[in-house]
C-alpha cells in the first residue's frame, strides 16, 4: 500500500541548533505537507508544497518537494523550545488525490 | 467560529459494544476525513468523504462505517468495539487542494478505550 517513512524517529536537540528531517515514498506525490503535532492536539498545518523542486518558507521552516516527486525534507533553523513536538509529513497521492496519508512523524525534543 | 467540533472527547467501551463518534463542521468544506492515531504513531486514514452521498475508503477501515447524509456531517460507526480500536480518533476538513491558506482543519480527537 501507500506508505511514507520519516527519518529520523526522534532527535533531541540543543536551543539553537539547526533540524533537518525528510520524507519519502515509494509513490508518486502530487502534494506534499508539513504538520506539528502538540500533545493532546490535533496537527497543525505548517508548509504546504505543489511542485516538484519547490521551495518554501514559513519563518524559520523551510519545506521541498523533492523533484522525483517520492520525498520532501523540512529544515528548521535556530531551534527553540516551542520547536518541540511531533512533526508529520502528509500528502495527496497522483494516483488518488483525495486522499491525505500521513507519515509515522518525528518527534523533537529541544534541550534549553 | 467552531471549525471542526468532535463529540465525545472520550469514551471507553467494552468489547463487542458499538457506539458512533461525531464529527460536524460549519466551514462548508466537501472533504471530510477520519483517521486514528494510535500512541507514538503517525495517523492512518480510515475513510474520506468528498461530498455528501460519496465516501471512500483509507488505508484502515475494517471494523468501521461512515455515512455522509449532509455536507456538515461524517460519523464513524464502530460496530463491534475490539481492543485494537483503541486509539485517538481525529476528523478533519478541508477544500479539495489542501493550502496554507485553505488547510485541513482538525478536530480536537475522540479518546477511546475498549477494555
Known amino acids: 500500500g501507500q506508505q511514507l517513512n520519516q527519518s529520523p524517529q526522534s532527535m533531541f536537540i540543543q536551543e539553537g541548533e539547526d533540524v533537518s528531517m525528510n520524507c519519502t515514498s515509494s509513490?508518486?506525490?502530487?502534494?506534499w505537507l508539513w504538520y506539528k503535532q502538540d500533545p493532546g492536539e490535533g496537527p497543525v498545518l505548517l508548509i504546504a508544497l505543489y511542485k516538484a523542486g519547490e521551495l518554501t518558507s514559513n519563518g524559520r521552516l523551510t519545506a521541498q518537494f523533492g523533484i522525483t516527486r517520492k520525498d520532501s525534507f523540512l529544515n528548521i533553523s535556530a531551534s527553540i523550545p516551542s520547536d518541540v513536538g511531533i512533526y508529520f509529513c502528509a500528502g495527496q497521492l497522483e494516483t488518488s488525490y483525495d486522499k491525505v496519508i500521513f507519515g509515522p512523524g518525528t518527534s523533537l525534543s529541544v534541550i534549553p | 467560529n467552531a471549525g471542526v467540533t468532535q463529540t465525545p472527547k472520550f469514551r471507553i467501551l467494552k468489547i463487542g459494544q458499538s457506539m458512533t463518534l461525531q464529527c460536524t463542521q460549519d466551514m462548508n468544506h466537501n472533504y471530510m476525513y477520519w483517521y486514528r492515531q494510535d500512541p507514538g504513531m503517525g495517523l492512518k486514514l480510515i475513510y474520506y468523504s468528498v461530498g455528501a452521498g460519496i465516501t471512500d475508503k483509507g488505508e484502515v477501515p475494517n471494523g468501521y462505517n461512515v455515512s455522509r447524509s449532509t455536507t456538515e456531517d461524517f460519523p464513524l460507526r464502530l460496530e463491534l468495539a475490539a481492543p485494537s480500536q483503541t486509539s485517538v480518533y481525529f476528523c478533519?476538513?478541508?477544500?479539495?487542494?489542501?493550502?496554507?491558506?485553505?488547510?485541513?482543519?482538525f478536530g480536537d480527537g475522540t479518546r477511546l478505550s475498549i477494555l
Open positions: 509513490s508518486i506525490f502530487n502534494t
Open positions: 478533519a476538513s478541508s477544500y479539495a487542494l489542501i493550502r496554507v491558506n485553505q488547510p485541513q482543519h
